[in-house]
């Protein structure tokens, strides 16, 4: 069973930057893509960027420019370096990892509370 354990949040003052990390049970390699999401109270989870097996990255536009996402394979970690904070950025931020053997499957991690206070 994959488990995926994020790390990083906290609270910060807007502008400031956190960067967060999503470690791994094992190779991260098998999964397509990894990625990273984000709930507030009483609304759905939202995307926030992903990045392929290849190293592809894509983001929402909300965070183009601001956010960067990577992995390092060798550590079974993928990272959201986050910049210039706004309070909008304030969420429970869970990080994805899918995998296609037979079928697709994602994992998700338990999440990891941002704070950005204005």
């Known amino acids: ?3 995926l354990v994020e790390s990083g949040g906290g609270l910060v003052q807007a502008g400031g ?6 470690v791994a049970s094992g190779s991260i390699i098998k999964f397509t893509h990894m990625g990273w999401y984000r ?3 009483g609304n759905q989870r939202e995307y926030v960027a ?3 097996r290849f190293g592809t990255t894509n983001y929402a ?8 996402i ?3 394979n ?3 970690t993928m990272y959201l370096q986050m910049n210039i904070l706004k309070s909008d950025d304030t969420a429970v931020y869970y990080c994805k990892a899918n995998e296609i053997r037979e079928v697709s499957t994602d994992y998700w991690g338990q999440g990891t509370q941002v704070t950005v206070s204005s």
Not at 61 to 68: H, Y
């Open 1 to 3: 069973q994959v488990q």
């Open 17 to 22: 930057s956190l960067n967060l990390s999503c």
């Open 39 to 41: 709930q507030t109270p």
């Open 50 to 52: 992903s990045i392929t």
């Open 61 to 68: 536009d909300s965070v183009k420019g601001r956010f960067t």
């Open 70 to 72: 990577s992995r390092d």
């Open 74 to 76: 060798a550590k079974n």
